[in-house]
């Protein structure tokens, strides 16, 4: 394994806690947020890479990725190929550089033995579909078999991509990524069920755009179906409407990877748009246009 880039926490989850229907990546409503000290009293009990409950029977590389399976899975199954696809997409859409650093995807055959293992390691977690976690040593994901794997698959294995490279990537960028790429490719990262809930939500008059708030959140359990929805929007709004601002995100993370204290991207896009509120405004006229297709 490569030494692990400057800045990687010791423990780092991503917690993919969204809450409310809709969100793919927590099987039951929690109602504490998964704060900093049990993530890292989860860590303490764990030893979980020499684990025996690990899925072993099968291990398939693929790429990056490294997956280990209760049950026999094809180097060439479409699940295995969409996942070694999605590294290049990735890296060209981001701008960022492929790294070598092993993903490791456990898969266990059943919801139970899911349970049963993360319960065990990694005690204090709500209980969710799909989760991926950084150590000093190591990126995991872990998922059970279920009808939505391929969507948790891609939205957990971005998460390892994007880290690999950029460790200090902020918490809600990291989720509004995820949230694009967890689609299948041909959705070119529009996200229906987001565009619903937004634009039901500002039409409401109960929710507005507001990048500094989620510059703010710091845990993932504070990120509701209204942050993972609005921080996809962001993402999407960068990625799908200027060339300049595309390059503004891209540029971003590249500075992230070498410092994590580097100026934020509301301040960028700030100066970029005008000031904050032609931005916001910005980013509402994309959803608005988004529904309206
Ligand atoms: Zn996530």
Redesign the pocket.
Known sequence: MQTPPPGRPLLQV?A?AALAAGCA?LAAVTPEPIGAAPLARAAANAGWPDAPELPNRAEVCAGQLMIHADFPLAEQHRMVRDLETLRGDVSQRLGLPISDEPVHLYLFENQDRYERFTGRYFPGFPVRRAF?IETDTRLAVFAPWQDRIAEDLR??TT?GYVHAVVPGVPLWLD?GI?EYFELPRVAQGRHADHIAHLTGRLIEGTWRIDIDRLESLRLAGELSQDHYAEAWCWVHWLLHTTPERRKILQEYLADVRRDEKTAPLSARLAHAEGGLVACHAAVRAHVESLAAR
Do not use: I
């Open positions: 991503v993919c990546h991926f939205h957990e998460h989720e995820a």
